[in-house]
């Protein structure tokens, strides 16, 4: 991802979300393959001097939702993607600035999905997001989300 | 719950979490038995104009954290309470501004909980939360929860 794509991704999440401006989101990288998004420990602090569950939750949500917003850009498709469930461990507690990764699943998922999504205009996905402190798991999370083609797309 | 008690409990949640004044984050209710947090739409809205996902979990999760925290104070107990995981379910858009509930277990879950917190300074506690929008359920949360003492308590 070159340095536009990263901020085009960037102001996307800041003018349709306003709050991840206050929680400082930022797009820190993307491959092709793998996409990390961080946000600051201050921003996102808690009683314990550490990162608010709350915000580790948004966090790795918003990198799967990223993630498939770019598959389905790479697709020459675009659509509203929406999450329908998730859930979420807290191993550790998170001293410092978060950086939370999302990888596409196997091809031929990401091509069924994509297959689906142009044939129906509807089409699900299910990803992780990894949250990792000094080599560990801090916080693992799994979401399930649909992409929407909306009426006038 | 007067409305100094709620001041309290607001006056900490703002503290402890600054992200929750960017969200909004009121106390809304409490009657001995069932909490309840709201947020604003206008401060949690995303780019199809209804609550972002990552808020709803955010104000679900502190409904359980601040009724567990109340539970404590009820038997004169403070500790730290922290979240272990959870899971979520969105099952409508959220158009309006939120409110989500958190009722106590059964009392004999809430005495082994006391119980075991004051015996080993560690006890573990599931909570629910429900987010209604027009008597249906919006979004459907479940976290657990630990109390630790802290050493100088």
């Known amino acids: 991802m070159n340095r536009e794509e990263a901020a085009t991704l960037e102001n996307l999440l800041h003018r349709d979300i306003p709050i991840t401006r206050a929680m400082g989101i930022k797009v820190k990288q993307y491959d092709g393959h793998e996409l990390s998004l961080g946000a600051p420990l201050s921003a996102n602090i808690n009683h314990k001097m ?3 569950g709350g915000s580790i ?3 790795t949500t918003l990198t799967c939702w990223g993630l498939i917003h770019l598959i389905l ?3 020459g498709l675009q659509g509203h993607v929406v999450i329908q469930d998730s859930s979420i461990r807290y191993l550790h507690p998170i001293h410092g600035d978060m950086e939370a990764t999302c ?3 196997p091809q031929n998922l990401v091509k069924r999905f994509t297959e689906l999504y142009r044939q129906r205009g509807k ?3 299910e990803l992780s997001s ?3 402190q000094d080599d560990e798991i801090a916080a693992s999370y799994i979401g399930r989300y ?3 083609r909306q009426p006038d797309e």
Do not use: D, W
């Open 50 to 52: 550490t990162a608010f």
């Open 57 to 59: 939750n948004t966090l």
């Open 73 to 75: 850009k790479e697709a």
């Open 103 to 105: 990888q596409k699943p």
């Open 123 to 125: 089409a699900r996905m």
């Open 130 to 132: 990894t949250i990792y």
């Open 146 to 148: 649909v992409a929407l």
